[in-house]
């Protein structure tokens, strides 16, 4: 079955500085990919999405790179700030719902 | 525009007993989903639903969970009889179309199960 899963648990970064959030994806089927960002007691909020026939993609502040080769995802933030405090989660898709990995959570020092 | 509603924000019941979850999606969403967030993971998906259709039931835990979405726009999520492993934030998203791209998820109601 599909497996999403992240490198780091827990990530910290001083504010100002790039922040780099990976994640590892079994499913080479998938349709997609989303980064998701989850503060405390709310739902998830979307970030930004890639499809799989892309290696990039930008956006505010933010970067996603796919790499199929290795099945591997990543999001760049730049210059982390502290409302960038929050729980990140990787996902992806296919036809019709996605799966999610644990969550990296990313705390900005300030 | 408003966003997906859902209510309670918090339930603590007993083990055995019986809960229910309301979610509103967003209005015009055709399709609505249901996802289960255990402390620590990531959100699993339970139900899917294409007006009020199910699209994809396949991780509901039948015996215990049940869903409905009769008019194809309000859902409830039922769990009865409530377990100790049910404990979890319990999340519903809505989106226009049937994929995962254009997901908006409500606040979650928080099940606490003593």
């Known amino acids: 079955g599909e497996s999403v899963g992240l490198h780091l648990p827990t990530l910290s970064v001083q504010e100002g500085d790039n922040s780099i959030i990976n994640c590892a994806y079994s499913?080479?089927?998938?349709?997609?990919f989303i980064w998701y960002k989850q503060e405390s007691g709310k739902g998830p909020q979307f970030i930004i999405d890639?499809?799989?026939?892309?290696d990039k993609r930008q956006g505010q502040r933010v970067t996603v790179l796919l790499n199929k080769t290795v099945k591997h995802l990543s999001l760049q933030i730049a210059a982390t700030q502290p409302g960038d405090s929050a729980v990140y989660f990787c996902?992806?898709?296919?036809?019709?719902?996605?799966?999610f990995g644990t969550g990296t959570r990313l705390t900005v020092i300030p | 525009e408003a966003g997906v509603a859902q209510s309670p924000r918090y339930k603590i019941i007993e083990k055995r007993q019986s809960v229910a979850f309301w979610c509103n999606p967003i209005?015009?969403?055709?399709?609505l989903y249901w996802y289960q967030q255990i402390l620590g993971q990531g959100p699993k998906l339970l139900i899917q639903?294409?007006?009020?259709?199910?699209?994809?039931d396949s991780q509901l835990p039948k015996d215990r969970f049940s869903a409905e979405r009769l008019k194809g726009v309000d859902s409830t999520l039922k769990i009865q009889p409530a377990k100790l492993e049910d404990s979890a934030v319990y999340l519903c998203?809505?989106?226009?179309?049937?994929?995962?791209?254009?997901?908006?998820f409500g606040s979650g109601t928080r099940l606490t199960v003593v």
């Open positions: 998203a809505s989106s226009f179309r049937a994929t995962g791209l254009s997901y908006t």
């Open positions: 499913n080479s089927a998938s349709d997609y």
């Open positions: 890639i499809r799989s026939n892309m």
């Open positions: 996902a992806e898709g296919g036809a019709n719902n996605l799966f």
């Open positions: 209005s015009g969403h055709a399709t």
């Open positions: 639903f294409q007006n009020n259709g199910v699209v994809d």
